[in-house]
């Protein structure tokens, strides 16, 4: 079955340290990958795809995400992280019917 | 800019008491989306539009209905609100079928009281 895991329900991290948000997937075929983040009562903002070619993509916002096919993972990291950052985040993957399958996804929370 | 407009961004509503949201893109995407989300979980699909082409995800309520008159507009109807409708519903649009990422509204957040 196709699907998407966002294992973290929430995940804390300090101003200034790295975050990473976890997701791993399981899909037919060649992976397309997603990452959305969803401000309170906001939709949702596109942060950064893969598609195909290099494995550590570039996103909105200094966000990246790096796509491991051993380990069906792609996920978000960023260098140094903001207070403004804290949002939700959704992992999402395009299934056989072009449909995106979501994570449940993870709140980021950053403390100043 | 190009982008996705929904109005309005908070709805109340009656139970029972007909809705309709409505969504507006200048992006000339083929596809709309409807998505209904609920308390920070996934968004759940409801249905889509290609172009013309109208499909309905097979555990969609009869409640709800969508209407898609031109390419830049779509609705979504809710014919008899209950509790268990609130919730924030997006919009959302892609070039086409194949599906690289969606652009998403604002959303309205829809209360029923």
């Known amino acids: 079955a196709q699907s998407v895991a966002q294992p973290e329900d929430q995940v804390n991290v300090a101003e200034g340290n790295p975050l990473t948000v976890k997701c791993t997937y399981s899909?037919?075929?060649?992976?397309?990958l997603f990452w959305y983040v969803q401000y309170p009562n906001r939709g949702l903002q596109f942060l950064l795809k893969?598609?195909?070619?290099d494995n550590l993509v570039k996103g909105s916002y200094g966000f990246e995400a790096e796509f491991n096919k051993s380990q069906t993972s792609f996920h978000l990291k960023k260098p140094s992280a903001l207070v403004s950052d804290s949002a939700l985040y959704f992992c999402?993957?395009?299934?056989?019917?072009?449909?995106?399958?979501w994570g449940a996804g993870t709140k980021l929370i950053i403390k100043p | 800019d190009a982008m996705v407009i929904q109005n309005p961004r908070y709805q109340v509503t009656q139970f029972g008491k007909p809705v309709t949201l409505s969504c507006s893109q200048t992006?000339?995407?083929?596809?709309m989306y409807w998505y209904q989300q609920k308390s920070s979980q996934a968004p759940k699909l409801l249905f889509h539009?290609?172009?013309?082409?109208?499909?309905n995800e097979a555990d969609t309520p009869d409640n709800f209905q969508s209407r898609r008159p031109n390419t830049s507009f779509c609705f979504l109807d809710i014919r008899s609100p209950g509790l268990g409708d609130a919730a924030m519903y997006l919009c959302?649009?892609?070039?086409?079928?194949?599906?690289?990422?969606?652009?998403f509204g604002s959303g309205t957040r829809l209360t029923v009281v």
């Open positions: 999402a993957v395009r299934d056989s019917n072009y449909q995106l399958i």
């Open positions: 899909v037919s075929g060649n992976p397309y």
């Open positions: 959302a649009t892609s070039r086409g079928p194949l599906n690289y990422g969606y652009t």
């Open positions: 539009y290609y172009d013309k082409d109208f499909n």
């Open positions: 992006l000339n995407h083929n596809v």
């Open positions: 893969y598609i195909t070619g």
